[in-house]
Nanobody
Framework: QVQLVESGGGLVQAGDSLRLSCAAS????????MAWFRQAPGKERVFVAG????????NYADSVKGRFTISRDNAKNTIYLQMNSLKPEDTAVYYC???????????????WGQGTQVTVSS
């Protein structure tokens, strides 16, 4: 079982930047995938970005390409989401997830963090 703890959310203005962190503990395997999802009020949880612990393969939702960057620090068992040029439509609860497989569908991810709120004002 993997435990995930997100941090770094907050209230920012449009155009600002924010960096989210997700610290993993427990069974962290070198070939596991990690990802960020987000869920806005009244909407479904959607994929934002993903990365494998090894190899550095990354994947992004079209809505965040060029603005968000996912990265990892294997020594700290932590992944990050650097969010630049934030827009009001980025407002959501952001969740970290872990699973052996990389997929954009949230129902296939086995471990989840508690989420961190990101609010972008216009």
């Amino acid at each position: 079982q993997v435990q995930l703890v997100e941090s770094g959310g907050g209230l920012v203005q449009a155009g600002d930047s924010l960096r989210l962190s997700c610290a993993a503990s427990g069974r962290t395997f070198s070939d596991y995938a990690m990802a960020w999802f987000r869920q806005a009020p009244g909407k479904e949880r959607v994929f934002v970005a993903g990365i494998f612990w090894s190899g550095g393969y990354t994947n992004y939702a079209d809505s965040v390409k060029g603005r968000f960057t996912i990265s990892r620090d294997n020594a700290k068992n932590t992944i990050y989401l650097q969010m630049n040029s934030l827009k009001p439509e980025d407002t959501a609860v952001y969740y970290c997830a872990s699973d052996p497989s990389m997929t954009t569908l949230p129902r296939f991810w086995s471990s989840w963090g508690q989420g961190t709120q990101v609010t972008v004002s216009s």
